[in-house]
């Protein structure tokens, strides 16, 4: 499969067949032929999209981007920047009503020391340096930060499951392609996962075999609600330089930030997603500061 458009036909035919609701997660190989990037989104449907179902706020956010080199189409492995935004706007709005997120997406991020290859944030993958333009470290943070309990990922070709800093991450990567057996995790198996709600805040999954059967050997997935989340830091320095002032963070979130001036000026407003940002600013000045992460809003006043 390489994204072309007889092959997404062919695909959105078998799936409009299902008699249960059938929802798709763009991978790397729908971008691998011309405008197949154009022909997903018209024939199988949007990238990024959400849903909820009672308290539970189903997340779809691509992880594969297009793009061409040498005469050929490659795909980015990243979250993009205003994927991010989006997902900071859902996540904010699923914690303000009491809705617990689950994320799904294609690419899984790279977790030391398991993985650290094959993945966003993966050095040898595009864009590079992948560690900085795939914004991994934004999205791992955001999910600790708004309490994001489950995450499903594909990519790899393997099952596996398991919890990091109170994330359950699964990779379902069984589906007919070639087997990985390269990971020192994981297990190289064909499979399918079914996932059910008990209880009132939790989800428990099976893995089963092609041909419907429990995988026994394979514990279930248990995600309870209630958990705790660590959450990253949320403290800031402010630091006079010799032209303005730099502001370092403790985590790479989402944040509005604006300056203005005493009279009410606004000098700079902007969204920053990295832990660090200098303003060039006039010496001998007050100014005003207003900074918003998720729903917490810090203000306040400076010389310089």
Known sequence: LIGKKFELERYAKIAGKSKIPWLSVRGNHELYSDSSWFYYNEIVGDTD????????????VSSCHPKRIKNKNYSDYLITRGEIIWLDSLLNDAKAKGLNPVIFSHVPPCIAPEYTWHCLG????????????SNVKTFLSMMRYYGVHLAVFSHIHHYDSFKDKGITYVITGGAGAPRYKEFKRGIAIYHFIKMNIYGRDSLIGNVYSPDGEIIDSIPPIKVNFHSKIEKPSMKIKRLKIKNGVEYTFGSPLVREISIRNMSGKVLYDTTLIKKDITFPLKRFHFYKYQIKTGSKIIKGTFYN
């Not at 993966?122 to 992948?130: A, G, L, T, V």
Request: avoid cysteine; hydrophobic fraction near 25%.
């Open 49 to 60: 999209y959400t849903f909820d179902i009672g308290k539970i706020r189903y997340i779809v």
């Open 122 to 133: 993966d050095k040898r993958s595009y864009p590079k340096p992948n560690i900085e333009k």
